[in-house]
């Protein structure tokens, strides 16, 4: 039987490299909105590129799929694993090399999570570009697969422009890539490039070598409300023309409200719609922000100058994620829609698609600097697929993206029609052959199934096909 040659295969490659534990492999099966479950067949965890290049190369031999994973906060089933699949993940791979002082870079292996890096460059005063709530348990290798961005691309990009080099361990090519910190490479498409949002479906990254950004010495935090979103939005068209912004977040009433339920403290500040400005220079920023925040002409504002006093006003948007989760399953939809038409589409959510949905309860919050909104939605069941689908017609018929930061998956593959043509689905299809011509790595992920249908119709609630 070919999975008992694979497994067997595993074996010989290190005694320690494969469990069918049970009380191990459940928590890994299960994405993060607790909304999809799968399983395994077993669990692989590679220590280092040859151990993962072996692996992937037998799986290729005897022709097992495999679902890569890394720190598991996929919130789209993007690494949830099938039944039929082995699950492999980079838990062992988290070595980080001291940063390069020079070059301003450091190279992590794909385990390592992004605090573990950052922890790596504080010494330096440095840290790496992109932050984000999960950032205690997202992986490198899992960030770079879906190009994550969190709350700083409106100053330093999405995980792609962090991307230096990159190793990547494929079926078709084995392990290729470099991890030179070169910040100029015009030697043809850029590897790194390449990986990055591909989800794992052309490869498993095995290292990364990545951009390291100064950490300033000035920063303001500021907490600010407004009676609508309109106004938060001419708000943000202003301060966006700063210099000095570095995260540009909001938050709706309802979100607050049962944020402040889940800390059992009242905001600092009330309204209607919230933004959160972080600003950040080697200069002097106290009268550049007060003018800043003046011109915004919030209702109210909060202004935090010291390291405590900017982790309580950050409290209020990162706590956000984990009282939704306390409220129910969420559906969770990642959009992100032209600056200028967000306005539109946030009215669209609370008003039409509130009123035709008047169970659900709707928790709005984002990053408006680079257009990113997340609309979760509690009181929908795990499998009502037509809700999804409703808000992220909407998005893309806007000329928006229905996938702005948290990938694609198995969730939303059948949708992704949506925001590409036929001729960009084959052009993603060539690439994938090329790198994985048997189709073994994350199955159904990113690409819709050429046989049609959902990923995840016709199963039980809250199950993976």
């Known amino acids: 039987m070919a999975l008992a040659r694979f497994l067997r295969s595993c074996e010989e490659i290190s005694p320690r490299l494969l469990t069918a534990d049970p009380d191990i492999i459940a928590p890994l099966c299960t ?46 089933a993007g690494a949830t694993p099938l039944g039929d699949t082995v699950l492999v993940t980079s838990a062992r791979m988290r070595a980080v090399q001291e940063p390069d002082l020079v070059s301003l870079s450091i190279t992590a292996e794909a385990g390592a999570t992004a605090a573990e890096v950052n922890a790596a460059l504080a010494p330096h005063r440095l840290k790496l570009g992109v932050d984000l709530a999960s950032r205690d348990s997202a992986t490198i290798g899992g960030m770079v697969a879906t190009n994550a961005g969190g709350i700083h691309v409106v100053r330093y990009g999405s995980m792609r422009a962090q991307l230096l080099g990159i190793r990547l361990v ?41 951009r390291a950004v100064p950490v300033l010495s000035e920063s303001v935090v500021a907490l600010m409300s407004f009676p609508s979103f309109s106004a938060v939005a001419e708000a943000v068209r202003r301060i966006r023309l700063s210099p000095a912004v570095s995260a540009l977040e909001f938050m709706t009433a309802s979100g607050m409200d049962l944020v402040s339920r889940h800390l059992g403290r009242t905001p600092p500040v009330a309204g209607a719609v919230y933004l959160l400005a972080e600003f950040e220079s080697a200069f002097p920023l106290l009268d550049h922000v007060a003018a800043v925040v ?5 209702s109210t504002s909060a202004l935090a100058f010291d390291r405590r006093g900017r982790a ?24 992100s829609l032209p600056i200028s038409r967000l306005e539109e589409f946030v009215e669209w959510v609370e008003g039409p698609f509130a009123a035709d949905n008047p169970d659900l ?32 017609s909407k998005a893309a018929a806007m ?22 043509t036929s001729s960009e689905i084959a052009a993603l299809r060539a690439l994938k052959d090329a790198f994985d011509p048997d189709g073994i790595l994350n199955s159904g992920v990113l690409l819709p199934s050429r046989t049609g249908g959902h990923a995840i119709s016709g199963v039980a609630p809250g199950r993976l096909a």
């Open 170 to 210: 494929t079926p078709a090519q084995g392990a290729i890539g470099r991890l030179s910190p070169l910040y100029k490479d015009n030697t043809g498409p850029h590897l790194a490039a390449i990986a990055a949002g591909s989800e794992g479906t052309f490869g498993m990254v095995v290292a990364a070598a990545l």
């Open 312 to 335: 309580e006003l950050w409290r209020w948007r990162e706590a956000h994620t984990e009282a939704i989760a306390t409220a129910g399953i969420a559906h969770k939809m990642d959009v």
């Open 361 to 392: 309860h709707i928790y709005l919050f984002g990053h408006l600097g680079d257009g990113n909104v997340h609309v979760n939605l509690v009181g929908a069941e795990s499998d009502d697929l037509a809700t999804d689908e409703a808000v992220l």
């Open 294 to 298: 003046d011109d915004a002409s919030p």
């Open 31 to 76: 994405d993060w909105t607790r909304r999809m479950t799968g399983k395994a067949l077993g669990l692989v965890r590679p220590s280092n590129e040859e151990e993962l290049a072996a692996v992937v190369g037998a799986a290729v031999e005897e022709g097992v799929q495999l679902q890569l994973q890394g720190g598991n906060t996929s919130l789209v």
């Open 399 to 420: 000329g928006g993206s229905i996938s702005a930061e948290h990938g694609i998956g198995r969730l939303k593959a059948p949708l992704l029609h949506l925001v590409r």
